[in-house]
């Protein structure tokens, strides 16, 4: 069963708006709410605010709010909760709103936004460990929960802070999830099950659309049966197809959601909007689809000039580390993701991340990009500006896995990561490259503009570079017109993208954007 919809505005956004991100007990964003630093503590005494509290009866004050934020991923969530559970030990809390949530119920009644509902349903997997079936058990080992910089034994009940929203009494229970402890603890076949049955007749009406795209109606009921190799090799291409032709872009991770990086189920429901990902995000769509539809595969890394055997070790120890400043001739090999299926005898290579990479379903002996070191053949690939010649490999499991469960969180700025350094832009088809232009003064502009004038020169392409973010130019306008969802979210991801880059890199930049017609 789907995930119901809130059916009105939640009365956390109408009468108590939603926790600001600054994670600080008790303040909300943009109401004013003055914080009593006097707090009621489990076995502490009760103040005098506290105490008129304890005893009011339940109708004169309605608005316990629960926010829970996963440090990690820095995503939250808020809903009102009942009174008396405000008194129960943290766990117990957890168990009821986070483990066990009636959404419905919670939805039905406005307490809960759909943002927070999405978020929710996301810490819940960050928390419980899941069995294959998709069933949430115990927390993972080493998960810490805290409010503010104290750890919560157990059995502890959680401080209340109180407050005023727009002349509405409040009262905040803020616990954040610590998993720097737990380490890359997930059920990957667990995971995507519970992300299926949360949205599955949407999942499944994308792949019937994907389908019909090349089929008739009656020919698509026959291929999604899966009941010869012919529909099930049908339906994987077909996927796969309709996946590379989404868009490959980032500009979703400063729109919508802003997300740092989207998983497999998020990602499709971001093409279903009209959206796309990057190759990452991409490859974990088709993989997520393809395992709840029964087929067989695994993640292959690829990258610019990685023709030597892939250093697993090396990878590994990155992968624990982060220490990423003096290895980009490792990073290299998992610059590019891709799968390898095996179905009904035979391998099948598939790309479909698209970004200039051209469509890839290889069947048995079409694969020889493949083939073992020293006789491992590249596949020619020109991203935005630049010719480059990748090389695919198999590579241990752990690795693919534990990287994509690292970019949803344990690298910070994966976001900006992508756009800047990997030099992905906002925006790549074949026919255009966006990306953002960042300057913090007229000298800074001129120089990166000057730099990128000359590279699109060099190789004999066309290019504008604004120092302001419009697409109000000859390539704008024409990106515009073939990319009009596209050019929507670009100009939308401004505020988002450049409050992100502050945080990085200080305060006090500017931003225009760059168009390259390729």
Same mark, same amino acid.
């Given at each position: 069963?789907?995930?119901?919809?809130?059916?009105?505005?939640?009365?956390?956004? +109408?009468?108590?708006?939603?926790?600001?991100?600054?994670?600080?007990?008790?303040?909300?964003?943009?109401?004013?709410?003055?914080?009593?630093?006097?707090?009621?503590?489990?076995?502490?005494?009760?103040?005098?605010?506290?105490?008129?509290?304890?005893?009011?009866?339940?109708?004169?004050?309605?608005?316990?709010?629960?926010?829970?934020?996963?440090?990690?991923?820095?995503?939250?969530?808020? =809903?009102?909760?009942? =009174?008396?559970?405000?008194?129960?030990?943290?766990?117990?809390?957890?168990?009821?709103?986070?483990?066990?949530?009636?959404?419905?119920?919670?939805?039905?009644?406005?307490?809960?936004? &759909?943002?927070?509902?999405?978020?929710?349903?996301?810490?819940?997997?960050?928390?419980?460990?899941?069995?294959?079936?998709?069933?949430?058990?115990?927390?993972?080992?080493?998960?810490?929960? +805290?409010?503010?910089?104290?750890?919560?034994?157990?059995? !502890?009940?959680?401080?209340?802070?109180?407050?005023?929203?727009?002349?509405?009494?409040? &009262?905040? !229970?803020?616990?954040?999830?610590?998993?720097?402890?737990?380490?890359?603890?997930?059920?990957?076949?667990?995971?995507?099950?519970?992300?299926?049955?949360?949205?599955?007749?949407?999942?499944?009406?994308?792949?019937?659309?994907?389908?019909?795209?090349?089929?008739?109606?009656?020919?698509?009921?026959?291929?999604?049966?899966?009941?010869?190799?012919?529909?099930?090799?049908?339906?994987?291409?077909?996927?796969?197809?309709?996946?590379?032709?989404?868009?490959?872009?980032?500009?979703?991770?400063?729109?919508?959601?802003?997300?740092?990086?989207?998983?497999?189920?998020?990602?499709?429901?971001?093409?279903?909007?009209?959206?796309?990902?990057?190759?990452?995000?991409?490859?974990?769509?088709?993989?997520?689809?393809?395992?709840?539809?029964?087929?067989?595969?695994?993640?292959?890394?690829?990258?610019?000039?990685?023709?030597?055997?892939?250093?697993?070790?090396?990878?590994?120890?990155?992968?624990?580390?982060?220490?990423?400043?003096?290895?980009?001739?490792?990073?290299?090999?998992?610059?590019?993701?891709?799968?390898?299926?095996?179905?009904?005898?035979?391998?099948?290579?598939?790309?479909?991340?698209?970004?200039?990479?051209?469509?890839?379903?290889?069947?048995?002996?079409?694969?020889?990009? =493949?083939?073992?070191?020293?006789?491992?053949?590249?596949?020619?690939?020109?991203?935005?500006?630049?010719?480059?010649?990748?090389?695919?490999?198999?590579?241990?499991?752990? !690795?693919?896995?534990?990287?994509?469960?690292?970019?949803?969180?344990?690298?910070?700025?994966?976001?900006?990561?992508?756009?800047?350094?990997?030099?992905?832009?906002?925006?790549?088809?074949?026919?255009?490259?966006?990306?953002?232009?960042?300057?913090?003064?007229?000298?800074?502009? =001129?120089?990166?503009?000057?730099?990128?004038?000359?590279?699109?020169?060099?190789?004999?392409?066309?290019?504008?570079?604004?120092?302001?973010?419009?697409?109000?130019?000859?390539?704008?306008?024409?990106?515009?017109?073939?990319?009009?969802?596209?050019?929507?979210?670009?100009?939308?991801?401004?505020?988002?993208?450049?409050?992100?880059?502050?945080?990085?890199?200080?305060?006090?930049?500017?931003?225009?954007?760059?168009?390259?017609?390729?």
């Amino acid at each position: 069963m789907g995930v119901a919809v809130c059916p009105s505005l939640s009365v956390i956004e +109408k009468t108590v708006p939603l926790l600001s991100q600054s994670g600080e007990v008790g303040v909300l964003s943009g109401c004013g709410l003055s914080r009593n630093r006097n707090q009621w503590r489990g076995n502490a005494r009760l103040t005098e605010s506290v105490l008129r509290w304890a005893l009011m009866p339940v109708n004169e004050n309605q608005n316990f709010i629960l926010q829970i934020t996963d440090s990690v991923t820095t995503r939250k969530c808020a =809903l009102r909760i009942d =009174l008396q559970d405000a008194r129960l030990p943290w766990e117990r809390l957890l168990e009821i709103y986070l483990k066990n949530p009636p959404i419905e119920q919670l939805c039905k009644e406005g307490r809960i936004t &759909s943002e927070s509902t999405e978020n929710l349903l996301a810490i819940q997997d960050l928390v419980y460990v899941s069995d294959d079936d998709g069933c949430l058990h115990s927390m993972f080992a080493g998960l810490t929960v +805290k409010q503010g910089d104290r750890p919560l034994a157990p059995t !502890i009940v959680p401080d209340i802070s109180l407050g005023r929203a727009r002349d509405k009494e409040i &009262s905040v !229970i803020d616990l954040t999830i610590d998993r720097t402890g737990v380490g890359y603890s997930r059920n990957w076949v667990g995971f995507h099950k519970r992300r299926w049955a949360k949205n599955e007749t949407a999942f499944v009406d994308f792949a019937r659309s994907a389908v019909e795209l090349n089929w008739s109606p009656e020919e698509a009921d026959s291929i999604l049966e899966l009941n010869s190799p012919e529909a099930r090799l049908a339906l994987l291409q077909d996927l796969a197809k309709r996946i590379w032709e989404a868009d490959f872009e980032s500009y979703s991770r400063f729109t919508g959601q802003k997300l740092v990086f989207k998983s497999g189920d998020e990602t499709v429901r971001n093409i279903i909007n009209g959206g796309g990902g990057v190759c990452s995000e991409k490859v974990q769509a088709l993989k997520f689809l393809t395992d709840n539809l029964g087929y067989e595969s695994e993640y292959l890394l690829a990258g610019p000039n990685a023709r030597r055997p892939i250093p697993e070790e090396k990878l590994r120890e990155l992968l624990t580390t982060f220490e990423f400043e003096f290895s980009k001739r490792y990073m290299r090999y998992w610059q590019h993701m891709a799968l390898l299926y095996h179905l009904d005898g035979q391998d099948i290579l598939v790309d479909a991340t698209n970004g200039n990479i051209p469509f890839l379903f290889l069947l048995g002996d079409e694969a020889k990009l =493949l083939r073992d070191y020293p006789s491992k053949e590249p596949l020619a690939v020109r991203m935005s500006l630049h010719q480059e010649a990748f090389y695919y490999h198999r590579v241990s499991q752990d !690795i693919p896995e534990n990287l994509l469960f690292a970019l949803e969180g344990w690298i910070p700025e994966a976001d900006l990561i992508q756009v800047f350094e990997n030099e992905l832009g906002l925006f790549l088809s074949e026919s255009f490259f966006v990306t953002p232009v960042v300057y913090r003064n007229q000298r800074e502009f =001129l120089r990166q503009q000057r730099k990128y004038n000359e590279a699109c020169e060099k190789v004999g392409l066309l290019s504008e570079v604004n120092e302001k973010w419009t697409l109000d130019s000859e390539i704008g306008r024409q990106f515009t017109q073939m990319n009009p969802f596209a050019s929507q979210q670009v100009l939308a991801s401004k505020q988002h993208l450049l409050s992100r880059y502050n945080e990085s890199e200080g305060s006090g930049h500017q931003a225009g954007l760059v168009l390259v017609k390729l």
